[in-house]
């Protein structure tokens, strides 16, 4: 009894439980004490790819602000964790079954002449697990491991994603407000000019009028835009995981419109091109391998099933004193499957197979119908975007030729300034059709789950997706 003791104690468990309670006020404080400035996060852009020279970073553009969601961002850790379950079951549907240990005693009252008033007993129960069950528990955990891995690649994108709306959400405000500036300085020189007529009884006040109410719903625009830039840098400091000081401290870097218009108008005007993106988008995006990886798990789970209908078997030596004999023995014992062969739990597994297998039919084909709807939207958002600039051009020569009968006195400057209000309003629309432009090739990059241009900070950022730069 004193070896069994020992034994069992041996065998104990020697980690101890450690207390990690939850202090709302430290998580507050941790959340708003986060730093663009913080020494870590620059130690972990240099590991992303940035050399010691770009710190402090001046301008913040999309690539910088999504390594700064993807450190900050709390969503991210939630699925690392969950990776990290996912790991541990790996080692437990690796680990191989304890053996039992039992032990009896008795005393007799030797009625029958025994040489020995005691009886000691011992066994072993030692499990062996048949037709290879731990190898596909093994195969099953490793697949949802890798379904776990792609859903952190799905947040990664997803932040990436996000900021990137952001981004063109806070540089279409701009843009807009300084159309408006321009609208509300010609609106202030026409109502000037006005003014003087009207005081001079050349003209009557409803023109002036009607020029200080538009005058007044331009105000009213500008400073809705304005209103509206507050909550775009809100929601765009809530996707970092920064507090919204922390963002006002930075600067934001300017797009190139007319750069990055004709860029992405190089690569998605090219024939075929809807062709390479469905292919893409059907290979890489991050959703479809997660479907694979679950597909695969579900295949794994059906061979488990199968696999139980060979029983498992304990052998069982033993040895026993029994009241003065010696008495080694073996046995075995196992599940006799005569009724019950596990035919339930495979079709259950089979059942699961197929469902998987028709939500990846599904996703795929939502996949391709979202991609042709989104290449026609941009497609159209361009044809617009040109006839517009057409017509912009044509009213860019008629502003030139007013010009010229200005300088010539055959006009005066009311209406040339007049003509120049209707222009602004041209660009103004211009504007809005080159960001639809713009906002339709990140939907299709977002699609397809894959930037549509390799920057070489991509190459860091590459394999968070599981992607290969």
Known sequence: MLLIFCGLTASCAKEKYTAKPLDAKQVSAKILNKSLSDVAFKAYLIKQGYAVSDWPIQQWGLDELTYAALYFNPQLDVAKAQLALANTSINTANQRQNPTLSATTARSNRANGDISPWSYGLDVSIPIVTNNKRGIQVEEAERLRDAAQLSVAEIAWQLRSQIAKDLMAYHENIAAQQALSQELNTHASIINMLKKRVELGLLASTALNDAKLSNQKTEIASNLLSSQLIAIRGNLATDIGLSLDQLNGISIKPIQ???????????????????????????NRLDIRRSLAKYAAAEAKIKLEVAKQTPDIALTPGYIFEFGDRIWSLGFSSLINLLNKNPTLIAEATNLREIEGAQFEVLQSNIIGELNLAYANYQSSLQQMHKT????????SQQQSLQNQFDKGLIDRLVLTQNKLLYLASEQQLLSLQFNCLKAAIHIEDLMQRPLFDAPKNDAFYPLLGLKP
Request: no cysteine.
């Open 257 to 283: 419109i007319d750069a990055v218009l004709s860029q992405e108008s190089t690569l998605l005007n090219t024939p075929e091109q809807l062709k390479i993106l469905q292919q893409n988008a059907l290979l």
């Open 389 to 396: 600039q057409s017509q912009l051009n044509f009213q860019a």
